[in-house]
C-alpha cells in the first residue's frame, strides 16, 4: 500500500509540476532520492519549489523527478555535470570529497535544529566556502538534521551496553565516534536501515527520531540510548548546477536568492524539529530510552575528543581555520538557542 501511496503521490506531483512547467520560461530538474512522503522532500524540496514558482510569477519552476537518477552518494556530480540541476544529499556518504563537512557533524552540538542548521550556514559562508569544495555548483544551503541517538535491538542500561554491538553510521565521524564506544561501525545510508537491522546485519543505528519512525524501524528496535545535544549530527547540502543558475535571468535569480542560504537552512531546520518531534512521540510508546547522565555525558566528551581534534585538523588541511570554524559554530549555536 506505501509502494501505491508514493507512486500516486511522485505520478501526481509530477503531473501538477509538468503543466506548470509547460507555461515557464526556466525549468529546473531536481534528483530526490527519498521517497515523496519523506518530511525533507514533502516539508521542505516541495515547498522550496513551490515558492520558487510564485515568487518568479511562475517563469522559473522545478520538476522533482518521480525517481532518483542515481544513489545518494551520486547526488553531487549529477548537479556538477548538468545531468539534474538541482539535489540534495549528505555529505558524508562520499567519504573524504567534503571534508569541511565533519565541522557539523561533531557530538553534542544540541537539540534545536534550527541552530545547528542557520548556525552551519553561516560558518559555511563566513569560512567553510573557502575550501572550494563546491566548485561548480550554486550551495543553496547547507543544513544539518536533529541531534543523532543511538537505537538498537540490544538493551542499553547504560554507555557501557553500547560496546560490541554493530551499528550503522553513515558518515565518517560517526563511523569514528561509534568506534570510540566500542561498537562495531557498519556503513549504510539511511535508507538501507530496514534492510540491515532486518537482515541481523546491523544491531543497532545512528539515527534521529524522525528517521526511524518514518522507515518503520519501530518493530526492529527496541532501546534508545539518548544524550542532550546529541551522540553526533550529519551535514546535508541543497546545490544546484552553476551554469543554469546563471541562466535564470537576473532579476529571477533576484527574486529566488531570499529563499535561499539561511532562510532556506532555517526551514530545513524547522523541518525536522516538526518531524523529530512526531517521530519521538511514537517511538517512546514501545522504546526502553536510556537517558544519558551528566557523568556519562563527560565521559563520552573526554573519549570523543580525539575525534573532534582530528575533523578539526581535517578542515584546515582543506584549506580553512578548523579551530575557528569549530568555535564559531559553537558560538552561532549557541546565541541561536538563546534566542
Not at 540541476?85 to 535544529?113: H, N
Amino acid at each position: 500500500m506505501d509502494k501505491i501511496l508514493s507512486f500516486i503521490g511522485g505520478a501526481v506531483l509530477s503531473t501538477v509540476i509538468s503543466t506548470t512547467a509547460a507555461h515557464a520560461q526556466t525549468v529546473l530538474t531536481l534528483n530526490s532520492w527519498l521517497p515523496p512522503s519523506h518530511p525533507q522532500v514533502s516539508d521542505f524540496i516541495l515547498p522550496l519549489a513551490e515558492d520558487i514558482a510564485k515568487v518568479t510569477e511562475g517563469r522559473v519552476t522545478v520538476n522533482v523527478l518521480p525517481a532518483p537518477l542515481g544513489p545518494p552518494p551520486a547526488t553531487y556530480d549529477l548537479v556538477k555535470n548538468g545531468v539534474v540541476d538541482i539535489g540534495y544529499t549528505v555529505q558524508g556518504y562520499s567519504p573524504g570529497r567534503f571534508k569541511t563537512s565533519a565541522i557539523a557533524e561533531m557530538p553534542f552540538l544540541g537539540d534545536d535544529a534550527v541552530a545547528t542548521s542557520v548556525a552551519y550556514h553561516r560558518v559555511h559562508e563566513a569560512m567553510l566556502a573557502d575550501a572550494g569544495e563546491y566548485a561548480g555548483v550554486k550551495v543553496l544551503a547547507v543544513h544539518t538534521h536533529g541531534p543523532g541517538h543511538i537505537f538498537s535491538s540490544s538493551k542499553i542500561n547504560t554507555v557501557e551496553d553500547i560496546a560490541g554491538q554493530k551499528v550503522r553510521t553513515g558518515s565518517v565521524v560517526a563511523h569514528d565516534l561509534a568506534q570510540l564506544m566500542g561498537a562495531v561501525p557498519v556503513e549504510g545510508p539511511a535508507s538501507k536501515s530496514y534492510e540491515l537491522l532486518s537482515q541481523k546485519v546491523a544491531d543497532g543505528i545512528f539515527l534521529p527520531w524522525e528517521t526511524v519512525n518514518f522507515f518503520r524501524l519501530n518493530d526492529l528496535v527496541s532501546n534508545a540510548f539518548v544524550a542532550e545535544g546529541g551522540i553526533y549530527n550529519t551535514a546535508f547540502m541543497v546545490v544546484m548546477n552553476e551554469a543554469k543558475w546563471n541562466a535564470i535571468p537576473e532579476a529571477d535569480r533576484a527574486l529566488i536568492e531570499p529563499l535561499l542560504g539561511e532562510a532556506l537552512a532555517a526551514r530545513a531546520g524547522q523541518m525536522w524539529n516538526k518531524a523529530d518531534a512526531a517521530g519521538r512521540a511514537v517511538l517512546e510508546e514501545t522504546l526502553g530510552i536510556h537517558q544519558a547522565t551528566p557523568a556519562e555525558v563527560e565521559g563520552l566528551k573526554a573519549k570523543f575528543a580525539p575525534v573532534i581534534q582530528a575533523n578539526i585538523d581535517l578542515a584546515t588541511e582543506a584549506g580553512v581555520d578548523g579551530q575557528a570554524a569549530y568555535d564559531m559554530l559553537l558560538s552561532e549555536i549557541k546565541k541561536l538557542s538563546a534566542e
